[in-house]
């Protein structure tokens, strides 16, 4: 079992920034891929960025260049620094963890936390 607990989300006026921590702990089997969804309300829940294990990262077209994520091993912390938001960026942002259901297992689970609040607005 994996467990996730998100924290930093909060108003911040457009243009600002905010830094949003994911503390994981749990076992983690490799093979994984660690990453941060957003799901706006009335909107599908969607991912803004991910990295996997040999630290390669992607995002949305929406948040390129904007956001930025890390993974830090030695604290188990998913980091998502967000710069130059706008108020499209206002959803519940959740981090979430894709590895392997044991080490030898080809099968996957996925891990989710709670979710944090972002809002964007002057």
């Known amino acids: 079992q994996v467990q996730l607990v998100e924290s930093g989300g909060g108003l911040v006026q457009p243009g600002g920034s905010l830094r949003l921590s994911c503390v994981t702990s749990g076992s983690i089997f490799g093979d994984t891929t660690r990453s941060w969804y957003r799901q706006a309300p009335g909107r599908q829940r969607e991912r803004v960025a991910a990295?996997?294990?040999?630290?390669?990262?992607r995002y949305a077209d929406s948040v390129r260049g904007r956001f930025a994520i890390s993974w830090v091993n030695i604290n188990k912390t998913i980091w998502l620094e967000m710069t130059d938001l706008k108020p499209e960026d206002t959803a519940v942002y959740y981090c979430n963890v894709l590895t392997r259901s044991s080490p030898t297992s080809t099968t996957y689970r996925d891990y989710w936390g709670q979710g944090t609040q972002v809002t964007v607005s002057p």
């Open positions: 990295i996997n294990e040999l630290g390669d990262t």
